[in-house]
């Protein structure tokens, strides 16, 4: 027996989302197949890549060493799918804006990416808030811009990339009491957040107005890396992106607070100005790609099913 593509994308999809349930969702498999293909790529390589117990899988330390050969395999595929649809190569300038959660997490293999398939293309970065991006793309200042505020105007194409989940986080250290954490309680501990108007200030201020309170008195920065510090240092609580503080999550340097209500999941949209857009489109395709095995998105949009000929 061979090791085929799908037998990759079982395993790296199952080691990357942390289950076989996760990896079947985001492959459109049933998890039977998922399982079975897992455990075909084991009897080929004829190594344990995951221990199994109670429905639940972690990596061995042969499948901690294969996840990166899986990772340039099926880029390799991927781009191997593309000569024929690619087209020719984009050149020029390409403007293009992003707020500060994708600039962290997936930016860098953005550009990375681009300039393997594109080398002629030009990028100028603008690294903002949504609500500035926005009005760039209205000003035609940007071609592009990857945030969470659709609707700059009708000149500019918003297509939904997916939802992005947001959680309140604080330090280990800091002395907050056990159980759901209400908007009374948050009123009594200090808050950072994006100064208005922005997508965190918005979610903050109306996640406390939604338990009967308004705080006047929060500490404001547009800079989440300094947001972060600040967290962890103890100094405040914060609603920051899940893509941005899940590693030191899972490391135990911070930790989430159970929102009740629970903080509504936000819509992340690549926007691009339609008269200028050019070879945009292939590039929204590629941050699409990079988000997503980030698992920077909570859920993606279902895809719109292709009719077949009658």
């Known amino acids: 027996m061979r090791i085929t593509l799908r037998q990759i994308e079982a395993f ?7 289950s076989i349930h996760a990896a079947a969702g985001h492959l459109n498999f049933s998890q039977p197949a998922v399982s079975s293909r897992i455990k075909e790529l084991e009897s080929v390589l004829n190594v344990a890549l995951f221990t199994r117990r109670n429905q639940r899988v972690q990596l061995t330390a042969e499948g901690r060493n294969a996840v990166p050969h899986a990772e340039r395999l099926l880029n390799a595929s991927q781009e191997f799918e593309r000569l024929g649809r690619a087209g020719p190569a984009l050149e020029g300038v390409l403007r293009l804006g992003s707020d500060e959660s994708t600039a962290m997490v997936a930016l860098s293999e953005i550009l990375s ?14 690294i903002d808030i949504g609500a500035v991006l926005k009005e760039k ?10 945030h969470t505020n659709a609707g700059a105007a009708s000149h500019v194409i918003d297509e939904l990339l997916g939802w ?6 604080a330090s280990r250290e800091l002395d907050i ?5 209400t908007p009374e309680l948050a009123t009594q501990l200090p808050i950072v957040t994006n100064a208005p108007p922005s997508t965190l200030n ?7 107005r939604s338990g009967g309170f308004e705080l006047e008195g929060m500490n404001s920065s547009n800079s989440l890396q300094l947001m972060l510090r600040l967290v962890r240092a103890g100094h405040a609580i914060a609603v920051l992106p899940m893509p941005v503080v899940r590693e030191p999550v899972a490391t135990g340097e911070l930790r989430l607070l159970p929102a009740r209500p ?3 999941q936000v819509a992340y949209y690549a926007s691009y100005v339609q008269n200028e857009a050019g070879g945009t489109p292939i590039v929204v395709d590629i941050a699409k790609e990079v988000l997503q095995a ?3 998105f909570v859920r993606v949009p279902e895809p719109v099913p292709v009719p077949r000929p009658v």
């Open 12 to 18: 790296y999809w199952t080691a990357k989302l942390g």
């Open 113 to 126: 990416r681009l300039k393997r398939r594109h080398p002629k293309l030009v990028v100028e970065l603008s």
């Open 137 to 146: 793309l209205r000003k035609r200042e940007i071609d592009m811009a990857l």
């Open 164 to 169: 992005v989940d947001f959680q309140w986080v």
């Open 177 to 181: 009491p056990a159980g759901d954490f």
């Open 202 to 208: 918005a979610l903050v201020q109306k996640w406390l």
């Open 262 to 264: 629970a903080i509504p």
């Open 294 to 296: 980030e698992r920077f």
